[in-house]
């Protein structure tokens, strides 16, 4: 179980969303919808422990957590085989089948900095499976994906929630998913924060 109560997510000095309230069992999928600069990214990184809420209270085990933001984190002077290797290490867990899932086999020994946009995304995705950890937080994953792609990640989220996990995803797209919730940010917006307000002006 993975539940929110009443938190309120800040950038900085500013709170950006109030009163955000959401539980999920082992399974869920909640997709946040919101235009861009509503806030989605703070409250990610506000469940992922990056920017504590200023007022509420969350359930979650920061172990239990994996977030992937708009970077992907991946190590440009090492391979992609290498990377894979770098992050089981970190994670403390066992090789898995990470390159074929993620269609990586074939680029396994190719530097990290000579990949495509799509495949470093590919390749910094991996990081979730590769983790262990039961909720993943994702910010805009299937950005660089083609069409092909979108359709393989969608499949290995829908076996993370399958075998328990929970999934928390920033998204525009229509991903195909099953037991899923969705939560429009633009709710929690505190009454003082209108679009003219200057820091509701960027991307979150």
Same mark, same amino acid.
């Given at each position: 179980?993975?539940?929110v109560q009443n938190i309120d997510a800040m950038r900085g000095p500013r709170r950006v969303l109030s009163n955000v309230s959401f539980s999920l069992k082992a399974g869920a999928c909640l997709i946040l919808r919101g235009p861009n600069g509503s806030g989605k990214t703070t409250l990610l990184r506000t469940l992922a422990g990056l920017t504590p809420p200023s007022a509420g209270t969350m359930n979650v085990n920061p172990e239990d957590v994996v977030y992937t933001a708009h970077l992907d984190a991946v190590k440009p002077q090492? $391979?992609?085989?290498?990377?894979i290797a770098f992050w089981h290490g970190i994670y403390r867990t066992p090789q898995t089948d990470t390159l074929e899932r993620f269609n990586l086999t074939e680029l396994a020994q190719r530097d990290a900095a000579t990949l495509s946009a799509g495949q470093k995304r590919r390749l910094g995705l991996s990081r979730l499976h590769i983790s262990g950890?039961?909720?993943w937080l994702l910010d805009e994953p299937t950005t660089a994906l083609d069409a092909e792609h979108v359709a393989q990640f969608a499949q290995i989220l829908t076996d993370h929630c399958a075998s328990g996990g929970i999934a928390v995803i920033s998204t525009h797209l229509d991903l195909p998913l099953r037991n899923t919730? $969705?939560?429009n940010v633009i709710e929690f917006t505190p009454s003082a924060a209108t679009?003219?307000?200057p820091f509701l002006e960027g991307s979150y």
């Open positions: 179980m993975f539940t090492l $391979t992609v085989a290498e990377n950890c039961k909720i919730q $969705t939560l679009k003219a307000d």
